[in-house]
């Protein structure tokens, strides 16, 4: 029962919608194109943008541990510091000053749709162009350019460019100053010390060019902003990258130097280690050799005074072992400089080099003890031959260091490769005008249901029963809402059930006896016993209180019939179990059936149903027949009582026919759905057709809702009923 409840609440919830939708379908419409059109103005006055791509790898240190660094997320790390490496101001600013991105040169496009021109067919923009020529002229049309090759302003400012022949242009400078120049030559103007050439110049004669320099910092901005990285998949170490220009071309160029700008630099900051090395060693050369000469000149004067160039064997062996280990006294020295400069002193490698480097110091310090046991005469020379030796020996281990370095530094590759360099794209990623203008309309359109919506909630709605002190017509009776019945007009081959057929219910039965009691009163002096119901629109309830007084009635022992005069969307035939192809009222006003035959009994009451019949194509002309009237006085005389439903007032103009057969014409208005000014409108149209009405039901009436009133439940209004009751190929 619950999952049946819900089901029902969902069709009803989407019917409302619909509902809605249809009865404001002029102003969706309209907030729709409004929207399609603000879409498409919006569109054409954006840029075209173009955007240039390239890919990099960065490549793994030598020396490194691909598994160690996949564990503790190093390789996620130095990604993440060559992509903010690479968007630093240390790139991007070498870029803007090696291809002078501050100087911008633009022509002047239209104020607004500045890419209509482009968007229009070759002939449509010329004929444009010949009619609007003042505009043609002034603003971008698609066929200009211009490039400037120097640029000099003293103070903040733009030059407007306006061309003026094949090769000759006017410069209005920031001062006001206005000069004439020719392309390719330099244009001063010396009250502002400003200059300009430009080498290029197309468009139209009277075209106009803006051309002025952005601040170094804003242009580093506006690239940084303008490119975007990420890595291709993780843990790939390839990045992705993307520039984005209003020139293709521009595009491609910024990107391609921002790649060798950043490879570059990479490229440097490797060999940083080893420059720095050889400029170490390029102080240290001149000043060992210098050692190594006076070293040997001591030596030779000092062997000249004595007289002798006799070492010692002993002595030999302890100046070899003593030039040894000095020799590796300075590699170390050497290593320990460049360690320091990468490492803490804390560092296991560094840490282990000092320990060597204390070894190497207590076997000298073990030599130099031995040395001091030697012969005075012997020793000198030792210590001397020891001078020249050590010198020389520093000298070549620096001189071969640095040659090291130098073919080091030449052989140095950076730890990044460009696998896809930055290649022209003439397609733009943006605007996207059809992607646009659709989102645009699908967002009117729901703008549209909004306030369609909002119309809708806050409609002034018949609340309570004093909103129909208004109308001052008397209130013939108030139907509260039945449950336990199909909602709605019944489809093909369904059956519905009657409120007589129901369980209970007994203040709604009570409400159609108080009634029956008022129209047997107001029928009591009037002829014909005939009462006719309309509504002003669908849905309303009309049918189902108009059956239900008439089964009322009957029930009271009147003898009474039932006319559904609704030959267009009647369906009371279904409500009583009567075939769709019996005949009715359509066919005896056509002249194909008899009054016998189109009146159905229903079994034990005093009801007779008329239903509607077939679906003729001009039910208002014979409605108007005389064969409907001599219907009307025949029915008079058979039956107690006729009640005639009839089509909604607003949509057809069928009810006022009618009502000129019935002696009580009651509206039927339902709560929180019926709006005030439709029911007037009812009203008006009965008094100008003077039908008066007489009288008002209310359906579907609660005290809560009348007491705090919420716009929960209902359907959409509009004037526009006719459409539902236009004829369709499926007649039923």
């Known amino acids: 029962m619950a999952d049946s409840t819900q089901k029902f609440e969902d069709e009803f919830d989407f019917r409302l919608l619909l509902s809605i939708v249809l ?37 793994e240190k030598q020396g490194s541990f691909a598994g160690l660094d996949y564990l503790d997320g190093r390789s996620n790390t130095a990604t993440s510091t060559q992509i903010e490496i690479l968007k630093s101001r240390l790139v991007m600013g070498k870029v803007v000053d090696k291809l002078d991105l501050t100087l911008h040169a633009r022509s002047i496009k239209l104020p607004i749709m500045q890419r209509l021109p482009l968007a229009l067919p070759e002939i449509l923009r010329k004929k444009l162009m010949m009619a609007l020529p003042e505009i043609s002229a002034a603003y971008d049309w698609g066929n200009t350019a211009i490039a400037v090759s120097a640029l000099s302003l003293s103070e903040p400012g733009e030059i407007i460019i306006t061309k003026l022949g094949a090769t000759t242009f006017l410069a ?15 244009l001063n103007e010396p009250k502002s010390r400003s200059s300009i050439k430009i080498s290029i110049l197309e468009g139209n004669v009277g075209q106009k060019f803006k051309v002025y320099r952005v601040s170094r910092f804003q242009k580093i901005k506006e690239l ?22 209003l020139s293709s071309e521009l595009a491609r160029k910024i990107l391609d130097e921002i790649t060798t700008t950043y490879l570059a630099q990479n490229i440097d900051r490797n060999a940083q280690d080893v420059q720095q090395s050889i400029n170490f060693l390029q ?24 007289d002798t160039t006799v070492l010692g064997d002993s002595a030999q062996s302890l100046l070899e072992r003593r030039t040894n280990l000095e020799s590796q006294y300075a590699t170390i020295k050497l290593e320990e400089e460049q360690l320091r400069r990468r490492y803490r002193s804390e560092h296991p490698t560094l840490k282990d080099l000092i320990l060597r480097k204390s070894l190497i110091e207590t076997n000298i310090s073990s030599v130099e003890d031995e040395i001091s046991n030697l012969p ?8 001397k031959s020891q001078d020249v030796e050590i010198a020389q020996e520093i000298y070549r281990q620096f001189l071969n260091r640095y040659q090291e370095l130098e073919i080091a530094k030449a052989s140095t590759i950076g730890s990044v490769r460009i ?32 306030i369609a919506a909002f119309l809708f909630i806050f409609r002034q709605t018949i609340k309570t029963l004093s909103d129909l002190d208004s109308l001052n017509l008397p209130l013939y009776g108030v139907v509260g809402r039945v449950t336990g019945l199909s909602e709605g007009r019944l489809r093909q081959k369904q059956v519905g059930k009657r409120l007589s057929e129901l369980d209970g219910q007994q203040i709604a039965k009570e409400a159609f006896k108080s009634i029956r009691t008022s129209l047997h009163f107001g029928l009591a002096d009037k002829s014909p016993k005939a009462v006719a119901i309309t509504s002003a629109q669908p849905a309303d309830g009309k049918s189902f209180v108009s059956y239900n007084i008439a089964e009322s009635i009957a029930d009271s022992g009147l003898k009474t019939v039932f006319i559904d005069t609704d030959m267009r969307r009647g369906y009371i035939h279904r409500i009583f179990n009567i075939p769709d192809k019996e005949l009715g009222l359509s066919d005896y006003l056509a002249g194909s059936a008899s009054i016998d035959e189109i009146c159905q009994l229903i079994p034990n009451t005093n009801l007779v149903i008329i239903p509607r019949g077939k679906i003729p194509p001009n039910p208002s002309e014979l409605l108007m027949s005389r064969r409907f009237s001599d219907l009307a006085e025949k029915l008079d005389q058979a039956f107690d009582v ?19 057969k019935a002696s009580i014409r009651l509206a039927l208005v339902r709560q929180g759905k019926t709006e005030i000014g439709a029911i007037k409108a009812v009203k008006d149209i009965c008094s100008q057709q003077q039908v008066d009405l007489d009288g008002l039901i209310v359906n579907d009436f609660s005290d ?27 007649k039923d």
Do not use: W
Request: glycine share 10%; proline share 4%; net charge positive.
């Open 224 to 245: 940084q902003r303008q490119i975007s990285v990420k890595e291709q998949g993780p843990r790939t170490s390839v990045l992705a990258i993307r520039y984005q220009d």
């Open 172 to 186: 209005d400078f920031p001062n006001g100053q206005k000069k004439t120049g020719s392309i390719g030559q330099l």
């Open 376 to 383: 005075e005469a012997q020793r000198d020379i030792y210590n």
């Open 23 to 59: 009865g404001r379908k002029h102003l969706i419409a309209f907030a729709t194109i409004l929207a399609g059109v603000c879409a498409t103005i919006f569109t054409l006055s954006q840029p075209r943008i173009y955007a240039s791509d390239a890919l990099i790898q960065i490549e």
């Open 419 to 450: 696998i896809d360099h930055a290649v022209r794209n003439s397609n733009p990623i943006a605007p996207k005008t059809l992607k646009t203008i659709i989102i645009g309309m699908g967002i009117g359109a729901a703008i549209g249901v909004v």
């Open 283 to 306: 102080q240290q050369l001149p000043l060992a050799k210098q050692r190594s000469d006076d070293a040997q000149e001591r030596l030779n004067i000092y062997l000249t005074q004595k």
């Open 704 to 730: 809560k809702k009348a007491r705090g009133y919420g716009y929960g439940y209902g359907y959409g209004y509009g004037y526009g009923y006719t459409s539902k009751y236009q004829y369709h190929d499926r």
């Open 642 to 660: 006729a009640i005639y439903d009839t089509a909604p007032v607003l949509a057809v103009t069928d009810p006022t026919i009618v009502f000129r």
